[in-house]
T-cell receptor
């Protein structure tokens, strides 16, 4: 049973436009969420996180929105750049359990066209 | 120093070999992790070390044996692996296990013949 789902395997956007990547979760105990970017043959790179006490967190071109009632989060990238082309994973944890255990979604491949 | 390093980058081993993967971080992080990632799949947690003590083993077969010699180093000892163990093995670290983002190394690409 997948507790974290990224239902779109791929997304293609034009350079300069907004990229919106979505993630749904089923476990109501999750209270800490993260987004990672991964290039081929490299480890995931941390992008941005959000705890369940917030509904939005911004860092430069990246904004994460959390809708707890819908158990949904999204990552907005504005403006999108060709270097953003990568696989994006959302991850969730029961932060309060203090295990450090992250559950990852299946990933969404983003292609930003020049 | 804000990176996690892993050696070797690539490893090919036979099913009767014994080999080790090494991970190092100098960020003062007290939690370290091993993940396994198969092609087109998300990373799957294998082990968590917190303050040099094993805190989580995700029912990993005993042919994988983790070791944390000190707070900066994490090893994964491999013995009698199967071809299906071929994967990218990722190491990560975080300040602590509580609400902390994990920083990943580049991984070791393992092929078991």
């Amino acid at each position: 049973d997948q507790q974290v789902k990224q239902n779109s395997p791929s997304l293609s956007v034009q350079e300069g436009r907004i990229s919106i990547l979505n993630c749904d979760y089923t476990n109501s105990m999750f209270d800490y969420f993260l987004w990672y970017k991964k290039y081929p043959a490299e480890g995931p790179t941390f992008l941005i996180s959000i705890s369940s006490i917030k509904d939005k967190n911004e860092d430069g071109r990246f904004t994460v929105f959390l809708n707890k009632s819908a158990k949904h989060l999204s990552l907005h990238i504005v403006p999108s750049q060709p270097g953003d082309s990568a696989v994006y994973f959302c991850a969730a944890s029961e932060g309060s359990s203090n295990t450090g255990k992250l559950i990852f979604g299946q990933g969404t491949t983003l292609q930003v066209k020049p | 120093d804000t990176e996690v390093t892993q050696t070797p980058k690539h490893l090919v081993m036979g099913m009767t070999n014994k080999k080790s993967l090494k991970c190092e971080q100098h960020m003062g992080h007290r939690a370290m992790y091993w993940y396994k990632q198969k092609a087109k799949k998300p990373p799957e947690l294998m082990f968590v070390y917190s303050y040099e003590k094993l805190s989580i083993n995700e029912s990993v077969p005993s042919r994988f044996s983790p070791e944390c010699p000190n707070s900066s180093l994490l090893n994964l000892h491999l013995h009698a692996l199967q071809p299906e163990d071929s994967a990218l093995y990722l190491c990560a670290s975080s300040q602590e296990t509580l609400y902390n983002e994990q920083f990943f190394g580049p991984g070791t690409r393992l092929t078991v013949l």
